[in-house]
């Protein structure tokens, strides 16, 4: 993976090429990054002006705007088997590759390419590759919740995110936890109990093939997104039907391992959703209380009981009572919160953060 190169590890047989732009690095495949290099004004060795860019499937050379070239400043830093390996300076990212002295054409590169790391794309190495489970619970795809969650698609994907959508209403997801869920033999066939059965029948491979398509979903994920409506100050049945069923015992959570050492612990968790009463209404001494208060069950008692460790929610109050243009806001707030979401630190889940 992209994000586990060191500085100036070689791609001996690239199957991605890098695409520049101002806010990520995103895998292209299968046409590596190309360089164009121009004369050099100067002796040998001295700086020469070249461009950078991937060549899209229509072999067309662009910027991250689509207009035309991006220049760059080109430094020789060395020789070796493989011809100079030049590095290209600029506002974005930092990509090299074995050139020529001088190339007047740009060039399609299928050999060695040397990627350099600085401090400039280190954020763009640590979203490179990263995966992204949006567990989605709106029965209108035109919702703003809708467009929150295609947002948060956009964007993550640009970053370079592998993006997975649960879309529970789509889904016709299944909230009922019953003996459905085992579909082998039962361990007490004489009392049912759903905790212990879904138990034992995780250990053994026996839970019903949405479960386990769930469960891969979030095993594989570094990031949790639950994007819904607020519905009786807590997520939408279906959702709450999805937490019931999926995370088990065994797989999310196995007494003594919960909370900081739950079996999910390496992983993050975000709560976006919409309310329909005011900002002013969920504050401390608003009629409904401070919107923490409603947060302790969902992410303390669910997400940090399983490990995860949480971050701040994205909380869009009154969508429905607002004009066109605040809702167009919200969502531009969402998609700039996104271009720096995994540089944040999680919220400290304890009970001063809820009722403090």
Not at 130 to 141: D, F, G, N, S, T
Not at 233 to 256: N, Y
Request: neutral net charge; glycine residues 8%; charged residues 20%.
């Amino acid at each position: 993976m992209l994000s586990t190169l060191a500085v100036g590890e070689q791609l001996l047989q690239p199957q991605v090429s890098a695409r520049v732009t101002s806010h990520f690095w995103t895998p292209l495949s299968p046409v590596p990054a190309a360089l164009y290099t121009l004369p050099s004004p100067g002796e040998a060795g001295g700086t020469a002006e070249g461009f950078v860019s991937p060549l899209t499937q229509h072999s067309r050379w662009k910027t991250p705007a689509g207009q035309g070239l991006q220049r760059f400043s080109a430094h020789p830093l060395r020789e070796d088997a493989g011809g100079s390996v030049t590095r290209c300076q600029g506002p974005d990212l930092l990509v090299s590759a074995p050139v020529s002295p001088v190339r007047t054409k740009p060039q399609r590169r299928c050999g060695p390419c040397w990627i350099l790391r600085t401090e400039a794309t280190d954020c763009c190495w640590k979203m490179a590759g990263r995966k992204v489970l949006i567990v989605y619970a709106h029965q209108e795809p035109k919702s703003l919740n809708g467009a929150l969650k295609t947002v948060a698609v956009e964007e993550l994907s640009k970053q370079g995110c592998t993006v997975t959508v649960s879309d529970l209403y789509a889904m016709q997801f299944e909230p009922r936890a019953t003996r459905n869920d085992i579909v082998d033999c039962l361990h007490n066939s004489d009392e049912f109990n759903y905790g212990v059965e879904t138990w034992e029948a995780y250990k053994r491979g026996g839970l019903s093939n949405d479960l386990i398509e769930e469960q891969k979903k979030v095993q594989e994920a570094d990031l949790l997104i639950f994007q819904f409506p607020l519905y009786w100050f807590s997520m939408p049945a279906i959702m709450k039907g999805w937490m019931d069923r999926v995370l088990v015992q065994g797989f999310a959570h196995e007494f003594p391992n919960c909370y900081d050492s739950g079996l999910l612990k390496n992983k993050l968790a975000l709560f976006s959703f919409t309310t329909g009463g005011s900002k002013e209404m969920y504050a401390k001494g608003g009629i409904n209380g401070d919107i923490r208060y409603l947060l302790w069950p969902m992410q303390h008692g669910i997400m940090h009981f399983c490990g995860v460790k949480v971050l701040e929610p994205h909380i869009c109050f009154a969508p429905e009572y607002v004009s066109e243009e605040k809702r167009k806001e919200m969502l531009l707030a969402w998609a700039q919160r996104l271009k720096t979401l995994w540089k944040e630190e999680p919220i400290n889940c304890s009970p001063e953060w809820y009722f403090k």
